[in-house]
């Protein structure tokens, strides 16, 4: 499956099923314990990730790749920057206006659509949490190649590490009909992904960052900086 087939799967999947559990997974109300572990996990990464950009980010323009419900993209607005939001989901880019502080609003763009759209411009950064993990290698090593360009500083993004446990859980779920399961995960190792970037033509090196695991939730930082 490339790029875009991919790309239409995962906008069908958020706004026909997912929308509601990822506006309660990113709010403050009750979750089961299953779901606290992952909203415990997803807060350690993004602030993970946000550490690899300056804590002053005035003057600086970012994009904010798959934001979801806007969670990064509000802690970017915070620090100064101009920040571009971009969605697959229109229903999540929905949430992430109506999340965006007031007097935040005149330095976020959202854009609900292809987040490597080249009509976006150009970009001092970018992160992209969760946004790439349904996306084969090739894919991932496409899209950074289409960024790179376009990106004066870090491209930080994450990725489903290739563990045991994943794996094994990848492979019983291709063992379920396509039609009834949402987008999978596809685990990735750091060395094959770096070859993937540079045989797409990237010129800078992909570099891991960390790797945060709470309960259900394990996923891992990498970024391809100047």
């Known amino acids: 499956m490339d790029y875009g087939s991919t790309r239409a799967r995962v906008e069908d999947y958020f706004d ?13 109300v009750p979750v089961s314990r299953i779901r606290e572990t992952v909203r415990a996990g997803r807060d350690r990464m993004r602030d993970l990730m946000l550490s690899r950009l300056p804590d002053d980010l005035r003057g600086a323009r970012i994009l904010d790749a798959g934001c979801g419900p806007g969670m990064a993209t509000i802690e970017l607005a915070k620090r100064g ?5 971009a969605d697959i989901s229109p229903q999540l880019i929905d949430i992430a206006q109506l999340r965006l ?19 976006l411009g150009t970009f001092d950064a970018v992160i992209a949490m969760d946004s790439l993990i349904y996306y084969t290698a090739p894919d991932i090593g496409d899209a950074l190649a289409k960024l790179e360009p376009r990106v004066g500083g870090p491209i930080v993004f994450t ?42 033509g990237t010129r800078r090196l992909l570099r891991p960052v960390d790797r945060i695991t709470s309960g259900f939730y394990i996923s891992e930082a990498l970024e391809l900086r100047p």
């Not at 026909?16 to 403050?28: C, G, P, V």
């Not at 854009?111 to 759209?117: P, S």
């Not at 563990?163 to 995960?185: E, I, N």
Request: glycine share 2%.
């Open 16 to 28: 026909r099923t997912a929308t509601k559990t990822w506006e309660r997974l990113t709010s403050d």
């Open 81 to 85: 920057a101009t920040v571009v939001a």
């Open 101 to 119: 502080p007031h007097d935040l609003q005149k330095q976020v763009t959202f854009h609900a659509g292809d987040m490597l759209d080249p009509k």
């Open 159 to 200: 990725v489903a590490p290739r563990t045991p446990a994943l794996m094994a859980m990848w492979y019983a779920g291709k063992a379920f009909p396509r039609s009834d399961r949402s987008p999978v995960m596809i685990p990735h190792a750091h060395p094959k992904l770096a070859l993937a970037a540079t045989a797409a």
